[in-house]
């Protein structure tokens, strides 16, 4: 028996959940925990996709809230917004994610070690969440390289190039070998200000090594932890090891299509009329729904698909003067009819410049994507 936990979290999005799928379909003996960190302020779309896949699954996907003695009975967020004392969460206080996500999964995982799978895509130039517990690693399936960024500066740092260039000829030889540990052994250059080496040449450096191999590069990086006490270094092997796929976007709905799951309900594209032209939208990422990393025209869709959802928005922005979900704007003044023309207007005028170079699906042509906002740093 496994002496690490395999976790993974569903954010009610379409990235958490294929992976889910895919990691379900690959790697059956994997014996992977799910969870669900309910702030209580979910669109419904959000339940329903997460029962679409606990079936698909056949495993329970565990309901994680917060815990305090004195919740019992109350809706999470809004037992926080009281102890905050009506704050509404934003951009530089992301309360939010730290009461309800952060700190639900934290508590879930206790001291027990546990690797947590992110669905962050090969398409995506971002780092997911990586805990600062040590007991918890994190790591990426659908990118080419599947471990975080803390992982990957502690095997690449200079004082271990010997090392790392001996572990490659357990692996791979002749032109293959001479290559690799060409790179490896090739030290980084140290920034003079900070005596650091930088971010860019250590990513120049894993890019070298992975464009010479991922799978023995996997197995290296494994050898390598074998030494320390990160989570996967107590596991006598690691499935995900043969693992070189890089999944993208059209790749996620593929998974989700194929096993009958389907998209959230929320990602389905409406049309609207303005100016005579007519445009499409739809929300773009998982999470609550007056989440404040919306963009404009997601209030729109808001107001005119969920009108009740939006008058409870509203009603937070009325119970302290000063406080709005959007900097500079209250929901009032974004639902006045020539200021909705106007993101509706801008909103056309951005998905014509890139819809013919982008995915046909709208959710790829919306700025950002489901896992930015709270999502960003978590699941």
């Keep these: 028996m496994s002496k690490v936990r395999h976790v993974l979290g569903i954010s009610g999005g ?3 959940a294929a992976l889910a799928i895919y990691l379900n379909d690959k790697y059956p003996k994997l014996d992977m925990e799910y969870y669900f960190c309910d702030t209580g302020k979910e669109l419904d779309e959000t339940y329903q996709l997460i029962e679409r896949l606990r079936s698909y699954l056949g495993k329970k996907i565990k309901k994680l809230t917060a815990r305090e003695p004195e919740m019992a009975g109350k809706n999470p967020f809004d037992f926080y917004y009281e102890a905050y004392r009506g704050y ?14 952060l700190e639900p999964f934290e508590q879930f995982v206790g001291q027990s070690l546990a690797v947590s799978y992110v669905g962050i895509r090969g398409d995506e130039d971002r780092e997911g969440y990586i805990s600062r517990k040590p007991n918890i690693q994190s790591i990426f399936p659908f990118r080419r390289n599947i471990w975080s960024e803390d992982v990957v500066s502690r095997v690449l740092d200079n004082a271990n190039v010997s090392q790392v260039a001996e572990l ?17 052994l ?16 250590r990513t120049d450096k894993l890019n070298r090594l992975l464009s010479i191999a991922v799978i023995p590069f996997n197995k290296v990086v494994f050898e390598f932890l074998r030494s320390t006490n990160v989570p996967i270094a107590f596991d006598d092997d690691y499935a995900l090891l043969e693992n070189d796929d890089v999944l993208v976007r059209d790749d996620i709905f593929r998974i989700l299509d194929a096993s009958g799951v389907g998209i959230p309900g929320y990602y389905s594209k409406e049309q609207f009329e303005v100016d005579g032209q007519k445009g499409e939208y739809a929300r773009s990422r998982s999470g609550c729904y007056f989440c404040f990393f919306q963009q404009k025209i997601e209030w729109v869709w808001l107001y005119e698909r969920h009108p009740d959802l939006f008058e409870k928005a509203v009603a937070y922005e009325n119970e302290k003067e000063g406080f709005t979900w959007n900097q500079h704007e209250s929901l009032r003044d974004l639902i006045e009819p020539r200021r909705m023309e106007q993101i509706k207007r801008d909103h056309v005028r951005r998905d014509g410049a890139t819809k013919s170079s982008q995915s046909k699906y709208l959710i790829d042509i919306l700025e950002g994507t489901e896992d930015v906002g709270c999502t960003a740093c978590f699941v």
Aim: net charge positive.
């Design 14 to 16: 379409k990235d958490s």
């Design 88 to 101: 509404l969460p934003s951009t530089f206080a992301r309360w939010c994610t730290k009461k309800m996500k």
């Design 168 to 184: 490659y000829s357990n692996f791979i030889s002749g032109r293959e070998l001479d290559r690799a540990v060409e790179v490896a």
């Design 186 to 201: 090739d030290p980084f250059k140290i920034d003079a200000h900070s005596k650091r080496q930088t971010q860019q040449n």
